[in-house]
């Protein structure tokens, strides 16, 4: 098990849809990737399976209480791999209600500026104390 930055490229898009209950219904090849996963080992699990310990939980209550005030959540997140390492992407989650009728969110992620990530890291850290 690891503990080392994983850099995406930077032409990586990760992209992934749940439903509302953060359950992955999609994953795409680039999500997979940089997570370690298979497709097949992504859906139907909760997207908090790529969660890192040190995400702070009042971030995600930001992302809950946006989304499901049907609007757009926007942030930086530190996700793990399935091997014990680490990946930072920005974030921007989609509220959406597909042709079936059912709720589900839609999040798009790329890569950070190292700027980015340090000024995450720090607000992170005193959200964390």
Known sequence: MGEKEVILDEYAFLVSETNEKGIIRFANTDFCSVAGYSVDEL????HNIVRHKDMPKKAFQSLWDTVKANKIWTG???NATKSG????VYATVYPFVSCDGSKGYLSCRRKPSREEILAAEKLYKQWNN
Do not use: E, G
């Open 43 to 46: 859906i139907n699990n909760p």
């Open 76 to 78: 930086y997140v530190k």
């Open 85 to 88: 390492d680490y990946y930072w």
